[in-house]
């Protein structure tokens, strides 16, 4: 069964056009390597170490991720020609076989009593990750991704993630508007933007609204989350890559040419300044 997909979270544009997005994304476990050689892009993905095995554990045994498509083998990084259907059938016997061996290992590893940290591990092949991507730069992963000779489930990603995005109107913010992942509306005219920021880096930490356990947690759990992220040691600061202001031109240099007033603290952002980096500065 193909799951992969992409939702818009977040969708902003700076007054000089420069388009922040935030993509909520569901894809095969096994493209991570490959997804993370895309260094523009700030993520967070579920982690094996948070989620409970049995929630794994029924993941891989109803709906398991699969080739999507079953292509011979042959030399180079493509697959070649489709595989019959009674190779397939063969195939796909094998693969399902393989991810319910691995849920009876895991299982029995937990009934060990050994952390979901280790028992989890061995049924990463066969799900899909769960992670949230904010970018201001996207062409050349869609350059690469999504092409005939990129592998067909990230090809299918890149897919996903373009029609998010032709389907999706970002919102203007001027300098001092924040670029606020998974903080709604609501909450925005209740909450100190201090506090929605502290909200959202949790969230995005989390990759959802939802707990690691399916709950809606109430707003003070989000703040102890933060502190735990960002308030104690060692810092886990990537959930705050997520938050984002429009960046000003400055004045114009003894050259005449204008700069970003506050460049430093872009991180891998263009024209936004980032939240981990107004973090960083103030606790260093």
Same mark, same amino acid.
């Given at each position: /069964?193909?799951?992969?997909?992409?939702?818009?979270?977040?969708? %902003?544009? %700076?007054?000089?056009?420069?388009?922040?997005? @935030?993509?909520?994304?569901?894809?095969?476990? /096994?493209?991570?390597?490959?997804?993370?050689?895309?260094?523009?892009?700030?993520?967070?993905?579920?982690? %094996?170490?948070? *989620?409970?095995?049995?929630?794994?554990?029924? =993941? *891989?045994?109803?709906?398991?991720?699969?080739?999507?498509?079953?292509?011979?083998?042959?030399?180079?990084?493509?697959?070649? =020609?489709? /595989?019959?259907? =009674?190779?397939?059938?063969?195939?796909?016997?094998?693969?399902?076989? &393989?991810?319910?061996?691995?849920?009876?290992?895991?299982?029995?590893?937990?009934?060990? &009593?050994?952390?979901?940290?280790?028992?989890?591990?061995?049924?990463?092949?066969?799900?899909?990750?769960?992670?949230?991507? @904010?970018?201001?730069?996207?062409?050349?992963?869609?350059?690469?991704?999504?092409?005939?000779?990129?592998?067909?489930?990230?090809?299918?990603?890149?897919?996903?993630?373009? &029609?998010?995005?032709? &389907?999706?109107?970002?919102? @203007?913010?001027?300098?001092?508007?924040?670029?606020?992942?998974?903080?709604?509306?609501?909450?925005?005219?209740?909450?100190?933007?201090?506090?929605?920021?502290?909200?959202?880096?949790?969230?995005?930490?989390?990759?959802?609204?939802?707990?690691?356990?399916?709950? /809606?947690?109430?707003?003070?759990?989000?703040?102890?989350?933060?502190?735990?992220?960002?308030?104690?040691?060692?810092?886990?600061?990537?959930?705050? =890559?997520?938050?984002?202001?429009?960046? *000003?031109?400055?004045?114009?240099?003894?050259?005449?040419?204008?700069?970003?007033?506050?460049?430093?603290?872009?991180?891998?952002?263009?024209?936004?300044?980032?939240?981990?980096?107004?973090?960083?500065?103030?606790?260093?």
């Amino acid at each position: /069964m193909k799951k992969t997909s992409a939702e818009i979270i977040s969708d %902003s544009i %700076s007054p000089l056009g420069i388009r922040l997005t @935030t993509v909520k994304v569901v894809f095969p476990r /096994m493209l991570l390597p490959e997804f993370n050689t895309h260094r523009v892009f700030s993520r967070n993905f579920r982690s %094996s170490r948070a *989620v409970p095995v049995v929630r794994l554990l029924e =993941e *891989v045994r109803t709906s398991p991720y699969e080739p999507y498509v079953w292509l011979r083998n042959k030399s180079g990084m493509q697959g070649g =020609e489709p /595989m019959s259907p =009674e190779e397939i059938l063969v195939a796909r016997k094998a693969w399902q076989v &393989g991810a319910l061996s691995a849920a009876d290992t895991a299982e029995r590893l937990a009934k060990s &009593g050994v952390h979901k940290q280790w028992a989890n591990r061995g049924l990463e092949p066969y799900l899909y990750a769960h992670g949230v991507v @904010t970018a201001t730069e996207w062409d050349n992963f869609f350059e690469l991704r999504d092409h005939k000779d990129a592998q067909p489930e990230i090809e299918a990603l890149a897919k996903a993630i373009k &029609g998010a995005f032709e &389907g999706s109107v970002p919102e @203007t913010l001027r300098p001092g508007e924040w670029h606020l992942p998974f903080v709604t509306d609501y909450e925005k005219e209740w909450l100190d933007l201090e506090t929605q920021r502290k909200v959202s880096v949790a969230r995005c930490a989390r990759t959802s609204y939802l707990t690691h356990e399916g709950k /809606m947690p109430l707003v003070h759990k989000d703040l102890q989350l933060y502190h735990d992220l960002v308030g104690a040691r060692p810092l886990h600061a990537s959930p705050a =890559e997520h938050q984002a202001t429009p960046d *000003v031109w400055s004045d114009p240099d003894y050259a005449g040419e204008f700069r970003w007033a506050q460049p430093e603290l872009h991180g891998n952002l263009v024209g936004f300044v980032q939240n981990r980096k107004i973090i960083e500065r103030e606790i260093a």
